[in-house]
């Protein structure tokens, strides 16, 4: 009995091994399936994240092309900068561009890409382990839409305005000096086209509450002026983030507005806002007295003794560009030629 007994016993035991032996099986089976679909899933992922990115890219640069001049090459619906630029996305070096649509009128450029893998279907993307349950390939699409133009409405970067005689002509020129009062280094222009100064105005623009900058809107074109000899106390810390950026070798870039003529003194002065300019900042001065003039702070090293601002001076040193900026936060216009021309992704 005692032997039938152990026998039984051995008997359990090795059906409770086989019982866990083949539940172990099953729970492998599930297991590698999870992560089968991890691997695969991971890889669309990736896949799509740098078919995003080509298709931003490829719409970014196109729309930088068609903000400069509409007649370029690469503003085209077959634009080679788009397809270069999607490749350059891809981990492999291959993304498909399956489309790029213009709306000139608009001024808008969609980009449509899929994934690219050499040998393969446009578009799609070989599976490893979804190969068991049917699944061989997964088409992987990204669109981008980018728009540009001129802006016409937002926060300027900074509470100054300039004559548009300061502007015209200089896009694209050399360093100049713009002084805030008095004609130094501009006698031709200042306040008004017609070289009228703003008693008391100084070029500063009335402010948001809080902020270093003011709300601009052109289609109202009317800005008011705040009166003061001096930076803003709120201002201390953009220079601060200017002087930073330009000492570690990068642009300081800043949209300004630009009027055209101006009515009334200090702060009943009205300009009649015409456009943004946009300005590349080397130096500046609000500061200082004949007593104890300053050298001009963060100047570049082209700068002449000629754009010097010193004693009384107060102003701003740098040149205009025509900027094409990678910028939100403004309501756009068509392009002005007068003007900054602003692309950024709208989704």
């Known amino acids: 009995m005692q032997r039938l007994r152990l026998r ?7 059906g409770e091994r ?26 669309l992922y990736s896949e799509k994240a740098q078919v ?19 007649s370029d090459l690469n503003c085209s619906t077959t634009s080679p900068l788009a397809i270069s630029l999607a490749n350059k996305n891809a981990v492999d070096g291959l993304n498909n561009i399956t ?15 899929g994934a690219q893998q050499a040998g ?20 992987v699409v990204a669109t981008s839409s980018v728009r540009w133009g ?21 896009i694209g020129g050399a360093l100049q000096l713009l002084q805030d009062h008095g004609t130094g280094a501009n006698p031709s222009c200042n306040y008004g086209p017609a070289g009228a100064t703003v008693a008391g105005g ?15 809107n052109l289609v109202v074109s009317e800005g008011g002026s705040a009166p003061g000899n001096s930076l803003p106390n709120n201002c201390a810390a953009t220079l601060q983030k200017w002087s930073d950026t330009i000492t570690a070798g990068r642009d300081v870039i800043v949209l300004l507005p630009v009027f055209d003529s101006v009515i009334g003194t200090g702060s009943g002065a009205i300009y009649h806002l015409v456009s943004f300019a946009a300005f590349k900042v080397a130096g ?23 754009l010097s601002c010193t004693g009384n001076c107060r102003g701003i040193i740098g040149s205009f560009v025509k900027y094409v900026s990678l910028a939100d936060g403004y309501s756009l216009g068509p392009a002005d030629p007068n003007g900054a021309t602003v692309v950024y992704l709208a989704g």
């Open 18 to 43: 086989g019982a866990v032996a083949v539940l172990v099986a099953l729970l492998l089976v599930v297991l590698l399936g999870f992560a089968a679909l991890a691997v695969d899933v991971g890889r």
């Open 8 to 14: 039984g016993l051995a008997f359990r035991e090795n």
């Open 284 to 306: 500046w001065k609000f500061s200082g007295n004949n007593s104890t003039p300053e050298a001009f702070r963060n100047s570049s090293p082209d700068v002449s003794s000629a």
């Open 52 to 70: 995003q990115n080509g298709a931003d890219a490829a719409a970014l640069g196109v729309a930088q092309k068609c903000a400069l001049d509409t």
């Open 202 to 216: 100084y070029g500063w623009i009335t402010q948001d509450a809080g902020v270093c900058g003011g709300t601009i």
């Open 150 to 170: 001129s802006p016409i409405a937002g926060r300027t970067a900074f509470p100054l305005a300039y004559s548009i005689c300061q502007v015209r002509g200089y």
């Open 120 to 139: 393969g279907a446009p578009n799609a993307v070989s599976l490893f382990f979804a190969r068991v349950v049917g699944f061989n390939t997964a088409d």
């Open 99 to 113: 489309s790029v649509s213009l709306d000139l009128v608009n001024r808008k450029v969609t980009v449509t890409a």
